[in-house]
C-alpha cells in the first residue's frame, strides 16, 4: 500500500497562472482532506470531502476548488495563484464518516511557490 | 467558533526530562483527540490519540491526558531523547473534521 500520494512533489507558478494538485489514497477510505501549512499556523484546513459525492469548505477555502473524482482521488485547483498561496499542501484521508474519530493519514505534502 | 490553541509554542529541554504541552478547545461536541509529530520537512505522523470516553491513555513514553469539563488535553513526554527534537500538533474533531493547534517546537538538548 502506498497510502496516500500527492502530485507534484514541487510546483512553482506565476501570479495568475493555475494548476491542480492530485492526491490518491489506496486504503478505501471514505474522507478526504485538503491542508495547507504555513510557519506559526499550523495546519489549516481548506476543503473536505466527508464522503464520495460530497465536498464542503474549510476555515480557508477562498482561491480553492476541489473535485472527488471518485473514492481514491481528491483534487485541488488554484484557478488564479496568489503569492499568498504560497504554502506546503498536504492532502490527508479517514476511514470514518458520520463523525471523526479516527485518524487522519497524510501525504508527504506539496511545497508551492508563487511569484 | 472552530479554536484549538496550543501552549507553548516552543520547548526547550535536557535530554531525559519529561515535556509537556497543553490544547484547549472550545466545541463541547469534540470527541476526538489525537497528536501528531511532524519532523523537518516530513508529513505530520499520528503519535498518540485519545477519545472522549477515556481520561487517560498511555504508549511507552508518551501520555495524553483528557479533561472534558475544562475542555483541555495535554501529551506527557518522558525520559526525552534527542529524536523527540520535531513540532508537535493536538487537534480536536468536529464533525467530519480536525482542527489543528498552530504547533510546539520541542528541542531536546543532549
Known amino acids: 500500500n502506498a497510502g496516500v500520494t500527492q502530485t507534484p512533489k514541487f510546483q512553482v507558478l506565476k501570479t495568475g497562472q493555475s494548476m491542480t494538485l492530485q492526491c490518491a489514497q489506496d486504503?478505501?477510505?471514505?474522507?478526504m482532506y485538503w491542508y495547507r501549512q504555513d510557519p506559526g499556523m499550523g495546519l489549516r484546513l481548506i476543503y473536505y470531502s466527508a464522503s464520495e459525492g460530497t465536498t464542503d469548505k474549510g476555515e480557508v477555502p477562498n482561491g480553492y476548488n476541489v473535485s472527488r473524482l471518485n473514492k481514491r482521488e481528491f483534487s485541488l485547483r488554484l484557478e488564479s495563484a496568489a503569492p499568498s498561496q504560497t504554502s506546503v499542501y498536504f492532502c490527508?484521508?479517514?476511514?470514518?464518516?458520520?463523525?471523526?474519530?479516527?485518524?487522519?493519514?497524510f501525504g508527504n505534502g506539496t511545497r508551492l511557490t508563487v511569484t | 467558533g472552530e479554536n484549538v490553541e496550543q501552549h507553548p509554542s516552543t520547548l526547550s529541554v535536557q535530554e531525559g526530562d519529561s515535556a509537556v504541552i497543553k490544547c484547549t478547545y472550545s466545541?463541547?461536541?469534540?470527541?476526538?483527540f489525537p497528536w501528531y509529530k511532524q519532523e523537518l520537512g516530513k508529513r505530520p505522523q499520528l503519535i498518540i490519540d485519545?477519545?472522549?470516553?477515556?481520561g487517560e491513555k498511555k504508549d511507552q513514553r508518551i501520555a495524553v491526558t483528557l479533561n472534558k469539563t475544562a475542555k483541555h488535553f495535554s501529551l506527557h513526554i518522558t525520559e526525552t531523547q534527542p529524536e523527540d527534537s520535531a513540532v508537535y500538533f493536538c487537534a480536536a474533531s468536529k464533525v467530519d473534521k480536525l482542527i489543528f493547534g498552530t504547533g510546539t517546537r520541542l528541542q531536546v538538548f543532549p
Open positions: 485519545i477519545r472522549s470516553n477515556v
Open positions: 486504503m478505501n477510505h471514505n474522507s
Open positions: 466545541d463541547s461536541a469534540s470527541n476526538y
Open positions: 490527508a484521508s479517514s476511514p470514518k464518516t458520520g463523525g471523526l474519530n479516527s485518524p487522519l493519514h
